[in-house]
C-alpha cells in the first residue's frame, strides 16, 4: 500500500463518490435507529460521537446511547457529500416520524448535517446536527 494508505486523510481522499458514500452512512444510521439497536449504534458511533442540536444542547456518545431517539420512519432527500479534511461531511433534508412521550410526531422537512471519519478500519459517524429546535431525538 502507499504510505499513510491506512490514515484517515487517505481513507477520505480514496472515496470516489462522497455523495453515493454518504447516502449509504446514512441509511445505515436512521435504520439502526428505526430498529432501536443499541449494541450496532454503539459499534457504528465514534468515541468521540456528539450529536449537536439546534436549540444548543450537545449529546456525547454514553448519553445519546442511554436514551435512544424513538424513530419509527424516514425519508432523506436531497442529500450531498463531500470530502473535507479527511472526513466524509454529509448534508440533506430529513423527513421522520418519531415517538415522542407517547405521541408520534413528525419531523420536518428540516437539514441534517452528519460527519463521518475513517477510524479503527471503517466509517464511524463522528458528529450529527440537527436543525429542529424542538428536536431531542436522532
Not at 461531511?89 to 430529513?94: A, D, G, I, K, M
Amino acid at each position: 500500500p502507499a504510505p499513510g494508505a491506512n490514515s484517515a486523510a487517505y481513507r477520505a481522499a480514496a472515496v470516489t463518490d462522497p455523495t453515493a458514500a454518504g447516502s449509504a452512512l446514512v441509511e445505515r444510521y436512521f435504520r439502526i435507529l428505526v430498529a432501536r439497536d443499541a449494541r450496532a449504534l454503539k459499534r457504528f458511533l465514534s468515541p468521540a460521537f456528539r450529536a449537536t442540536r439546534a436549540g444548543g444542547g450537545v449529546q456525547r456518545k454514553a448519553t445519546y446511547l442511554a436514551d435512544l431517539p424513538k424513530v419509527k420512519s424516514f425519508t432523506i432527500r436531497h442529500l450531498r457529500g463531500r470530502v473535507a479534511l479527511g472526513v466524509l461531511v454529509v448534508s440533506y433534508e430529513l423527513r421522520a416520524v418519531e415517538r415522542v412521550n407517547g405521541a408520534v410526531k413528525p419531523v420536518g422537512p428540516q437539514p441534517e448535517l452528519t460527519v463521518f471519519a475513517w477510524q479503527h478500519g471503517s466509517w464511524r459517524l463522528l458528529e450529527y446536527a440537527d436543525a429542529d429546535p424542538a428536536s431531542k431525538t436522532r
